[in-house]
């Protein structure tokens, strides 16, 4: 395809070896000669170059195309929505050291273009006899998943707003996904997974009927995750379902002040002004509301977000917001329920640390730190306790 | 191998083992005394580009 790139050490023939530690494109021959000289460039990494682009690392084999890829040309080629998607990939493994053409022939069984290119013609008999690597099938089974997984994120991110609305409505429905629709997918997913179970891929069977079934539920999954919209905040809602709509309202600066700013705004504002006639910024108009209902229902949000100023000023300013407060709850019944779910959850406080998830710490306490801070894995951080080589 | 008594410490180059290292290569991920510096970067075009920095001492 690029026919233009060209080995950067003899700048003649055309490169197919990827040098990771020298970040350079050779040829085979190029290859040989320079990482043998000595020992150093000897442990260099090398692999085999993307035939699509020619620039990046081959992460990957296409075993329909007979092409190897890098990572993007991969992800660019088998889009989740063509038929490419399906494609057998197999990992492409790394070599150091100064193997000769056989060797390089029998790590890279399923390419005789790599090894023939410079070197002895005799390769490709050599080749021709072995067998295509399968010990590639579950790296392969990663790779896809992973690939088609991000796949589909691409494509859902994609996918036009208007749908949303739509999802809203029906969102607890598809935020659990109905085994009705897996094995559909499954089927399809099968001929080319069949060792996996249902269990490994369910994830990758969730994603995959929402994608197929309806993409704009994956949307709106990824939507929430992206913007953080909790759909905890419908259950709050869910659960004052009882209590009126104003106290609902209530909730809603408790979930996300600023989403709901706007649609909470002229509610408030009514109400207040009812109230004690107040007419005040939006963020003053909320906090004013939340202290006047949680001097009647308190909730989860003294806790949670309006947090440690507020909860002292509760326990102070219940008695003075009481009276203008207890001229919007008209019926008796739902304020003496409401006020004696606020002392039950009052009693249950506790301002304390508290790990919501336990995965996450273990994955947070094995995590490579330097100086205490988290730090990427890979990188040379050259961190020496006893003589510390960084350069400032 | 490179305690020197607490005050200063010294690696090994990691090519002669002998000499004490006095820069890294990030491309080769080793520490060089200046002689095997000059003798391992001389060898061809693509060794001589790899950036090497000094150690600290």
């Excluded at chain 1, 040989?32 to 090398?46: K, Y």
């Excluded at chain 1, 620039?55 to 490419?84: F, I, K, M, Y």
């Excluded at chain 1, 709106?220 to 709509?245: C, K, M, R, W």
Aim: proline residues 5%; contains cysteine.
């Amino acid at each position: 395809m690029i026919m233009d790139a060209l080995c950067d050490f003899c700048g003649e023939q055309r490169p197919t070896i990827y040098c990771r530690s020298d970040a350079a494109s050779l040829c085979l021959s190029c290859d040989h000669n320079v990482h043998s000289a000595n020992t150093l460039s000897q442990r260099h990494m090398r692999t085999l170059l993307c035939d699509r682009c020619a620039s990046q690392p081959a992460a990957v084999r296409c075993l329909e195309e007979n092409t190897s890829l890098c990572q993007n040309c991969d992800w660019n080629g088998h889009a989740a929505t063509s038929l490419a998607a399906g494609h057998l990939r197999q990992t492409i493994n790394c070599y150091s050291g100064c193997p000769s053409s056989e060797e390089l022939a029998r790590i890279w069984s399923f390419d005789f273009d790599a090894p023939s290119a410079a070197t002895e013609p005799n390769c490709e008999e050599g080749i021709s006899m072995m067998s295509i690597n399968d010990s590639g099938v579950s790296n392969h089974c990663g790779v896809q998943q992973d690939c088609s997984l991000l796949d589909i994120a691409n494509t859902s991110l994609m996918s036009d707003p208007p749908t949303v609305e739509k999802l809203k409505s029906e969102d607890e429905m598809n935020l659990r996904p109905l085994p009705t629709h897996q094995p559909a997918q499954s089927v399809s997913m099968a001929p080319k997974v069949p060792s996996v179970t249902d269990d490994d891929m369910f994830n990758d069977g969730r994603v995959y009927e929402n994608f197929c079934v309806d993409d704009n539920d994956l949307t709106f999954e990824n939507y929430e995750e992206l913007f953080g919209t909790p759909h905890v905040q419908t259950e709050q809602l869910f659960d004052d379902a009882g209590i009126d709509s104003f106290f609902e309202m209530k909730e809603m600066p408790a979930a996300d002040c600023d989403q709901q700013l706007t649609p909470v705004q002229p509610e408030c504002s009514n109400a207040v002004s009812a109230d004690s006639g107040l007419c005040v910024p939006a963020r003053q108009a909320i906090s004013t509301i939340s202290l006047s209902f949680s001097g009647l229902t308190g909730e989860s949000n003294a806790g949670d977000h309006q947090d440690c100023g507020v909860s002292p000023l509760l326990l102070m300013g219940e008695q003075p917001w009481l009276p203008p407060g207890s001229e919007v709850s008209s019926a008796g019944g739902s304020r003496g329920s409401a006020l004696s779910r606020y002392m039950e959850k009052k009693k249950r406080r506790k301002f304390d640390k508290k790990i919501r998830y336990a995965s996450r710490k273990a994955r947070a306490d094995v995590r490579k730190r330097v100086k205490g801070r988290f730090v990427k894995a890979g990188e040379a951080y050259d961190y020496d306790p006893l003589n510390d080589t960084r350069s400032y | 191998m490179k305690d020197n008594g607490g005050a200063r410490q010294h690696w090994p180059c990691d090519y002669c083992g002998e000499a004490a290292a006095a820069l890294h290569c990030r491309a080769d991920a080793a520490r060089l005394c200046v002689a095997c510096d000059r003798h391992v970067h001389a060898a061809n075009a693509l060794s001589r580009k790899h950036v090497r920095a000094p150690l600290c001492a």
